[in-house]
């Protein structure tokens, strides 16, 4: 079974310019997650959608960030402009969202964000 | 705020002996723990999980204790093996089911000696 799939791998950009990372989730997973893991913590909810609508968007500063998962499968999530602060690993989970079950999140091997 | 933390950032032990890493929530309401082991440039992986109404589950090498009355988990790895060094995380979430929204812990990095 294929896992989550994330691109790019690895991103540099200088502050004040916008970037974009993309997830695919396993197949037929219905809720998707992004989290941001900053460098010697954990992973921490930015966005969670469930089908193409927004579960959850608390935190998630979106002055600056947008994400979207427009036809319930793929994902991106943007960030612009982008602060120091940003640089980070951007992680995108999903899981299949049944209600009344485990649902076990699954992770992709996240996009590591460094802004100059 | 609520939050869920860990004892020590960082773990030594000799290859074949037990491993125990520990973990402390606030959040009371807490229904759900997951421990996940993250290698280099990997994402989180589950290891094993335990709902609030126990107290203990075994996976495989793998034993996760809860002790609701003090707020703390533990992670215990038997014999542990080169393969197990990376970095380890509790969550928890507040609600069994779906749409859960897990709250990760800072991790421990758990380092194999041989």
């Known amino acids: 079974e294929a896992g989550v799939a994330q691109s790019p791998r690895y991103k540099i950009i200088e502050k004040r310019q916008s970037v974009a990372f993309w997830c695919n989730p396993i197949?037929?997973?219905?809720?998707l997650y992004w989290y941001q893991q900053i460098l010697g913590q954990g992973p921490k909810l930015l966005i969670q959608?469930?089908?193409?609508?927004?579960?959850?968007d608390s935190q998630l500063p979106k002055d600056r960030f947008s994400a979207e998962r427009l036809k319930g499968v793929d994902s991106t999530l943007k960030i612009q402009p982008a602060k120091l602060e940003d640089s980070a690993v951007y992680l995108c989970?999903?899981?299949?969202?049944?209600?009344?079950?485990?649902?076990?999140?699954?992770f992709g091997p996240g996009t590591r964000l460094t802004v100059l | 705020g609520e939050s869920v933390g860990l004892h020590l950032p960082t773990l030594s032990v000799q290859e074949g002996d037990n491993s125990i890493i520990n973990c402390a929530y606030s959040?009371?309401?807490?229904?759900?723990f997951i421990w996940y082991k993250q290698e280099s440039g990997k994402g989180p992986q589950f290891i094993i999980d335990?709902?609030?109404?126990?107290d203990k589950r075994q996976g495989q090498r793998v034993t996760v204790l809860l002790n609701k009355t003090v707020k703390h988990l533990s992670l215990q790895i038997a014999a542990t093996q080169p393969g197990d060094s990376a970095v380890y995380f509790c969550?928890?979430?507040?609600?069994?089911?779906?749409?859960?929204?897990?709250?990760f812990g800072s991790g421990t990095q758990l380092t194999v000696l041989p």
């Open positions: 989970a999903s899981s299949l969202g049944g209600a009344g079950e485990r649902d076990e999140q699954f």
């Open positions: 197949s037929g997973h219905a809720t």
């Open positions: 959608f469930q089908n193409n609508g927004v579960v959850d």
């Open positions: 959040n009371s309401a807490s229904d759900y």
């Open positions: 335990i709902r609030s109404n126990m």
């Open positions: 969550a928890e979430t507040g609600a069994w089911g779906s749409a859960r929204q897990l709250t």
